[in-house]
């Protein structure tokens, strides 16, 4: 997997102290169906559909030093655009803000916003290796989703790089020493396509004034069942 990255890293250090500019990476998916052992799910529409479409789903990062925003990369004039949008959201629902200073995380689905108090807690391991010439160390963590057919928890593994000193990730994947190149979800893979340290790109930010309780969210969902 080789990450394009516009700005040299030997200039990286330098570049932070005097920038506040921000800066945008793109993550892509890798999913391999065959490694579902439950013959069910294998065969399910959502699987299927993820599967058909992992090569042009896209996410972005827009981040400064402060703050980051992430969403399902917008993709125009491209087939089944309705059909890969639908698949990333399999991957990764709605929007994501996270304030690095305050650690406060918000989630936006649809029109509503919750406050994520149900974050991950991360566990940080010696084990290091080079994702595109960059050193990226190994942490893991456990992700708890809550739906009508009850609650699951699932292992998560992600490849952060302190020389990227950043605590944003895609999605829910943040608060670690360094920016996630990389992170294995269940059978999925979200990785670092293209990092940008000159993109400019507004931050979308999502007011934490309309936002509900994370629970408060929950007990919809599962209201609407």
Known sequence: MKIYISTLLIFFNFYLTVSQNTKKIEYGLLFNLEEINDEK???SFLLKTINETKDDIKFELIFNDTV???K???QLNIPNKSKIFLASNMVIEGEYFFNRSSHILLHRISDVSYIVSNKLNWILH???KMIDNIKCYKATSE????NS???FVFPIIAWYAPDLPYSFGPGMFVGLPGLVLEVRDRNFVIFAK???LKSNEKIKEISIHKAIAEDVYLKRILNKN
């Open 72 to 74: 399902t990369k917008e």
């Open 143 to 146: 992700k708890t989703v809550i």
């Open 126 to 128: 010696n084990e290091e």
């Open 194 to 196: 293209n990092i940008d």
């Open 41 to 43: 799910m294998k065969n």
């Open 149 to 151: 057919k009850g609650k």
């Open 68 to 70: 980051s925003f992430f």
